[in-house]
């Protein structure tokens, strides 16, 4: 199995990856970030997985697609006995989650088998199983899982399995049920009636959407996974649905990503609200201010979709790895690095939150001033970056870049919101800060910004300066970098991050192209005029989608196959961002680089 052999259901509290074969190999319970109970995805089938699909597994054809406007997924299995659907979704608006399964003959008769192993604490602990008058459950600890079916079935070898038939017209459903196993089961319901509700759900959503343009399609699966990786009660976005999925097959380069980034908030600000999402957008700035109370000092660069600041990494050594990619790692350790890029993705969220007229907390402004404050001690800092390195700190271009982002969007709060703070100072320092990296980060030798201060290691997200308003597109220093990226970073057409064998980043191993990169170039082209070269690659971006259109972190472009921990927020923001800056002139990226002078011109440098 490759990662795009994969899609996701969702009910916007956790979310499975379901395989081709009709496998779920990835769920976790009751939320994205809990631990795994079907774990196979990286490790072995005995680590949790639920599949159903024809008994006979030589010779079937199998088809997938998501039902239009949806997060129902269908799976077509035509065998030598006949045709059968599978169509697979987690219900909406249950009190625990739930996993709906219909299995519906389309032709013929065909002989089905079924095995659920339910495994909890990623694949390690094996629960107790009962049945009573039909109804399965099972038991481990506060976890329980039931399984509601007409199928006759037994245990063997530590799993539940059942044979059945399937003919034409006919419909047999499956319901598995999350609960808490000391207190009383929530009834999840008829699941015909789920299903429709559900699905009147997504369709009732989607409609919300105002994009008109000529990738409708892609722009409306990506929002539908991006509201699936979004926790409702909180309105947090985790990065990716998985952990450990590698960034090269076999390397270590393998992080758990089932949290939310800081650095993701204006991304996802500015996206929903371009599609026409004001309540997530709102829920998403809402998430970003309860999570960064508190003490200036204690700010990190990610949090738990609660917005809880511990996410003490560690191995789960009985776990194989995807492809044989070890370590499978659970939690982050990159939540106690200083990342000083967040204050400047923290601040300009804020400011393009009261341009567009949200809502927000009377505290907020408040909250800005003390991070500043906050800002202003640490602005000489080396940091570990954008990328989050685990190598020694260093002073990168994009770190003080954004950095000169938090003191102009202050400016800007002040100049057109009429906000009381110390607008001279922050503009001096602003305007020295811009002077400091364009000395510092230009190298005149390579006609390109670096990586860090007085290096000559090149890094994509240089491609992010005129995105952020630092410099116009059109400046020859921008040009100029734009073309040595192409020349050097390019892989099959597609943007690396930087060089993994010349910057020494803390982890071993090579990775693939980064997709946010390469649609950071699609923007950039677009915002010099070059708009048929930005279409171009976007379009190629767009044919690295699987099946049912979903995008992981990266690419290989030998093996031609997608990398990295998946679906990945990121990607589809990306395409999301992309599809609007191509359709108007007042797409995102134009929104996010809308001076904080009104006079137009750019910072002295």
């Not at 399964?101 to 909890?120: A, D, E, I, N, Y």
């Not at 044979?163 to 009834?187: H, K, M, N």
């Not at 409708?216 to 539908?224: D, F, P, T």
Request: some cysteine; glycine content about 8%; charged content about 25%.
């Amino acid at each position: 199995m490759t990662i795009e052999d994969y899609a996701i259901i969702g009910d916007c509290h956790t979310a499975c990856l379901v395989n081709k074969t009709g496998s779920i190999d990835w769920l976790c319970l009751p939320r994205f970030d809990s631990p795994a109970c079907f774990a196979a995805l990286l490790g072995e089938p005995e680590n949790g997985h639920w599949r159903i699909a024809p008994r006979e597994e030589s010779g079937v054809s199998i088809s997938r697609r998501y039902r239009p406007d949806s997060l129902i997924l269908e799976t077509d299995f035509q065998t030598g006995q006949g045709t059968v659907r599978v169509t697979d979704f987690m219900l909406m608006g249950t009190p625990k989650p739930a996993i709906g399964r219909l299995v519906t003959g389309l032709s013929g008769s065909v002989p089905m088998c079924m095995k659920l192993t339910m495994r909890f604490d990623y694949g390690r602990l094996v629960p107790w199983v009962k049945r009573d008058d039909g109804l399965l459950t099972a038991v481990a600890g506060p976890h329980l899982l039931t399984l509601r079916t007409p199928v006759a079935h037994h245990g063997e070898g530590l799993s539940t399995v059942a044979d059945f038939t399937v003919s034409a017209g006919e419909t047999i459903p499956f319901l598995l049920s999350y609960g808490i196993s000391y207190e009383a089961q929530p009834d999840p319901g008829d699941i015909v009636n789920g299903l429709n509700h559900t699905e009147a759900y997504w369709l009732s959503w989607i409609q919300q959407c105002n994009y008109q343009g000529p990738w409708r399609e892609a722009v409306i699966r990506s929002l539908i996974t991006l509201k699936a990786l979004t926790y409702a009660p909180t309105g947090g976005m985790v990065a990716a649905l998985t952990t450990s999925v590698p960034e090269r097959l076999g390397g270590e380069r393998n992080w758990d990503y089932r949290c939310c980034w800081l650095r993701d908030a204006t991304f996802t600000l500015l996206s929903f609200l371009a599609a026409g999402y004001r309540d997530e957008a709102e829920a998403w700035q809402k998430w970003l201010v309860r999570a960064i109370a508190g003490q200036t000092s204690q700010v990190q660069p990610l949090y738990t979709i609660l917005g809880e600041n511990r996410l003490d990494e560690w191995e789960a050594s009985w776990l194989r790895g995807f492809a044989d990619s070890r370590p499978v790692r659970i939690g982050n350790a990159a939540y106690s690095q200083l990342q000083l890029d967040v204050f400047g993705e923290v601040l300009d969220a804020f400011y393009h939150a009261r341009r567009c007229g949200l809502a927000e907390e009377k505290e907020t402004w408040m909250l800005e001033v003390a991070l500043l404050k906050r800002l202003v001690e640490l602005r000489d800092e080396p940091d570990r970056g954008i990328w989050e390195m685990r190598a020694e700190s260093r002073h990168f271009t994009h770190s003080k870049v954004m950095t000169w982002v938090a003191f102009d969007r202050a400016i800007s709060a002040i100049e057109h919101f009429g906000l009381p703070g110390p607008v001279e100072d922050w503009r001096r320092l602003r305007d020295a800060l811009h002077q400091e990296i364009c000395e510092n980060a230009f190298n005149p030798k390579l006609g390109s910004f670096v990586q860090a201060y007085g290096e000559s290691e090149l890094d994509a997200s240089s491609l992010l300066l005129p995105l952020v308003g630092f410099l116009p597109p059109d400046d020859p220093r921008m040009i100029g970098t734009v073309d040595a990226i192409q020349r050097n970073l390019i892989s099959d057409g597609f943007v690396r991050r930087y060089d993994t064998a010349a910057v020494g980043d803390g982890v071993k191993g090579s990775e693939g192209v980064f997709l946010i990169c390469s649609f950071w170039l699609a923007d950039n082209l677009i915002l010099q005029g070059r708009r048929d070269e930005g279409q171009r690659l976007f379009e190629r971006l767009l044919e690295l989608r699987n099946d049912v259109g979903l995008l992981a972190e990266e690419y290989d472009p030998k093996a031609q196959s997608q990398l990295g921990n998946f679906p990945q927020a990121l990607s589809h923001l990306s395409l999301v961002t992309t599809a609007y800056n191509l359709q108007a002139r007042d797409g995102p990226a134009h929104e996010r680089s809308k001076r904080a002078n009104t006079d137009g011109r750019s910072p002295p440098d």
